[in-house]
T-cell receptor, first 110, second 111 residues
């Protein structure tokens, strides 16, 4: 299917565990982004990528790692999950019309 | 990117036009006005964007004042499915620029 997908859609994990959230887009957009959204707050940028093998930090990068070996994939890894990382995570890709978002992953860290 | 100011919440009767205002008095000449919406628990959805001319698409119309310091998003015939948080964002039209989402306007369409 064309578009941008995220997996898993829901994840429950425990403090200290490693978790990877997947993002895949079929448009071949160069730029991709990871945001988190906490209850009552807007979206905050975690990391973004300008192209394969090029990534950069956003507003709230601490505790997260990204990679981009292929244009279409942009996984986000929480190396040692903490309760403060409980959130909804949105992936996006962009062209000159704007940014297009995935459906989100709801992550709960116990 | 320029800061925007939007009302926290608005109501609109179903079938009527919903007019959502946005102030962006510090907008620069090369910054576009973008509108997104987020329906509960879903990812933000692109609605429309413009530079200085009014724009219309199948979802909405965007009216930008001549001085570009404010704009209005118009949903011509609001339905219950238009209940969402609407975000007004100004930014340079570059694919690499982050979108700064503020708190937006929570629109409730009333039956």
């Amino acid at each position: 299917d064309a578009g941008i997908t995220q997996s898993p859609r829901y994840k429950i994990t425990e403090t200290g565990r490693q978790v990877t959230l997947m993002c895949h887009q079929t448009w071949s957009h160069s730029y991709m982004f990871w945001y988190r959204q906490d209850l009552g707050h807007g979206l905050r940028l975690i990391y973004y990528s300008a192209a394969a093998d090029i990534t950069d930090k956003g507003e709230v990068p601490d505790g997260y790692v990204v990679s981009r070996s292929k244009t279409e994939n942009f996984p986000l890894t929480l190396e040692s999950a903490t309760r403060s990382q409980t959130s909804v995570y949105f992936c996006a890709s962009s062209d000159y019309e704007g940014q297009f978002f995935g459906p989100g992953t709801r992550l709960t860290v116990l | 990117d320029a800061k925007t100011t939007q009302p926290t919440s608005m109501d609109c009767a179903e079938g009527r036009a919903a007019n959502l205002p946005c102030n962006h008095s510090t907008i620069s000449g090369n910054e576009y006005v973008y509108w997104y919406r987020q329906i509960h628990s879903q990812g933000p959805q692109y609605i429309i964007h413009g530079l200085k001319n009014n724009e219309t698409n199948e979802m909405a119309s965007l009216i930008i004042t001549e001085d570009r310091k404010s704009s209005t998003l118009i949903l011509p015939h609001a339905t219950l499915r238009d209940t969402a948080v609407y975000y007004c964002i100004v930014r340079v039209a570059d694919t690499g620029n982050q979108f700064y989402f503020g708190t937006g306007t929570s629109l409730t369409v009333i039956p």
